[in-house]
């Protein structure tokens, strides 16, 4: 009878561990990305080809919560700046755009060493856009934002994550004085 009673506790204490383990993955955690641009541009309404826009840095900050069925829902504050090649008819000008998105991701191999994922974000961009040139601009907006997310992360600990990751970014219908333009901009990303 001391037999099965033992193991009785045996199994129900390695069952109480195992569902700790299960429900590590699953709670709050914030986020922190640097990244770099690799491709943007803004297409300008009468204006046949888009302007490019020069390479530089972007920064973002998430708050989420982790669900153990591999999704993860989160509030994110982004900004992207970037400096307009020169193309005639422009001389010079930059774009910056601040961002408040809500992201949708899902994570395969949830509490893995490697964790790949994609997400979704829909959210408002701020664009503040200073163009000289013509047309010269100088005004912002406030547009329906939209994102696409993939990327790997790499568990360091129980708690800290490195993240690589790639994000398309697009921001469509700002007006801007007299002109109308859509923005675009890809980037890749490292993150804890």
Same mark, same amino acid.
């Given at each position: 009878?001391?037999?099965?009673?033992?193991?009785?506790?045996?199994?129900?204490?390695?069952?109480?561990?195992?569902?700790?383990?299960?429900?590590?993955?699953?709670? /709050?955690?914030?986020?922190?990305?640097?990244?770099?641009?690799? !491709?943007?541009?803004?297409?300008?309404?009468?204006? #046949?080809?888009?302007?490019?826009? %020069? +390479?530089? /840095?972007?920064?973002?900050?998430?708050?989420?919560?982790? $669900?153990?069925?591999? $999704?993860?829902?989160?509030?994110?504050?982004?900004?992207? $700046?970037?400096?307009?090649?020169?193309?005639?008819?422009?001389?010079?000008?930059?774009?910056?755009? /601040?961002?408040?998105?809500?992201?949708?991701?899902?994570?395969?191999?949830?509490?893995?060493?490697?964790?790949?994922?994609?997400?979704?974000?829909?959210?408002?961009?701020?664009? +503040?856009?200073? #163009?000289?040139?013509?047309?010269?601009? !100088?005004?912002? !907006?406030?547009?329906?934002?939209?994102?696409?997310?993939?990327?790997?992360?790499?568990?360091?600990? %129980?708690? /800290?994550?490195?993240?690589?990751?790639?994000?398309?970014?697009?921001?469509?219908?700002?007006?801007? !004085?007299?002109?109308?333009?859509?923005?675009?901009?890809?980037?890749?990303?490292?993150?804890?």
């Amino acid at each position: 009878m001391t037999s099965r009673i033992s193991k009785t506790v045996a199994l129900a204490a390695l069952m109480a561990g195992a569902a700790g383990v299960a429900n590590a993955t699953e709670g /709050w955690y914030g986020r922190a990305d640097l990244g770099y641009s690799i !491709d943007g541009q803004a297409e300008v309404e009468g204006v #046949v080809d888009p302007f490019e826009l %020069d +390479n530089d /840095w972007t920064q973002h900050l998430g708050l989420g919560y982790a $669900f153990s069925n591999g $999704f993860r829902l989160e509030g994110e504050l982004g900004h992207r $700046f970037n400096q307009i090649t020169p193309a005639a008819p422009v001389t010079d000008g930059d774009v910056h755009a /601040w961002s408040a998105m809500a992201n949708l991701f899902y994570d395969f191999n949830r509490g893995g060493g490697v964790e790949p994922y994609i997400g979704v974000g829909v959210g408002s961009a701020r664009l +503040n856009a200073s #163009v000289n040139g013509v047309p010269s601009v !100088d005004d912002n !907006d406030t547009v329906l934002a939209y994102q696409g997310l993939a990327g790997v992360a790499f568990g360091l600990t %129980d708690q /800290w994550g490195l993240d690589l990751g790639y994000r398309y970014f697009r921001a469509d219908g700002g007006e801007f !004085d007299t002109v109308e333009a859509d923005y675009e901009h890809q980037a890749v990303t490292v993150g804890l």
